[in-house]
């Protein structure tokens, strides 16, 4: 009996794992698809009036005149005066909802100058922070090496990784993993550390090669 109940058990946490992320994927785009269109919707019920466009249509329209106005605003702040008025933009909305500014550095990390982007530049690499006598270790991206051979890394938090520390560590607390991609590093610092066991040893390189 108790044979069948973790069969059971099993098969059903199986199932829901395989399900799931299908499920929320589709519910994601099935609600972004719901707010673009319901934001649109006055825009394109303009269109559908005045030119008896189909609804299909008149979104796609009304879909192109908000991706120009959001390049016309690209634009404008890219000036001066753009800069100084988002500036303070910015600083009320900050104000006004405390989330906003979580927000806007996760999308301008992954959206934004990505030349200054440790998520475009850096290098994965263990850090042994405590030094090598310590077994402890932190998942980092290498964002400088200095004149003399150490590093500065940028250890992220979990599970937003887009904030952080940044250490200053000599080189012999760092093992550069090149094998390691950066996006599959963000997943283990997502996922609060699960994965890492294979991210870290599938490939791993021998330790000569590390510290190249």
Not at 49 to 60: G, M
Not at 124 to 145: P, Q, W
Not at 174 to 202: H, Q
Request: charged fraction near 20%; include cysteine; glycine fraction near 8%.
């Amino acid at each position: 009996m108790s044979r069948t109940r973790g069969f059971i058990k099993r098969s059903l946490i199986g199932g829901l794992l395989v399900i799931l992320p299908s499920a929320v994927l589709i519910f994601f785009f099935s609600w972004l698809f719901d707010l673009v269109t319901d934001f649109l919707e006055p825009f394109s019920n303009v269109l559908i009036k005045s030119y008896e466009l189909p609804a299909l249509t008149a979104d796609l329209f009304a879909l192109f005149i908000m991706l120009g106005f959001c390049f016309l605003v690209g634009t404008v702040v890219s000036t001066s005066v753009g800069k100084w008025v988002h500036g303070h933009v910015d600083v009320y909305l900050e104000r006004l909802a405390p989330g906003y500014r979580m927000v806007r550095e996760i999308v301008n990390q992954f959206l934004g100058d990505k030349e200054d982007s440790p998520f475009n530049k850096g290098q994965v690499a263990r850090v042994h922070i405590f030094g090598r006598d310590v077994d402890t270790t932190c998942t980092a991206l290498v964002t400088c090496k200095h004149q003399d051979g150490s590093f500065s890394v940028f250890i992220p938090t979990s599970p937003n990784p887009t904030s952080g520390i940044i250490y200053h560590v000599p080189a012999d607390a760092v093992e550069l993993r090149p094998d390691i991609k950066v996006d599959s590093a963000m997943r283990t610092i997502i996922a609060c550390g699960a994965g890492s066991d294979e991210l870290y040893n599938k490939g791993k390189l021998p330790a000569a090669a590390n510290h190249d």
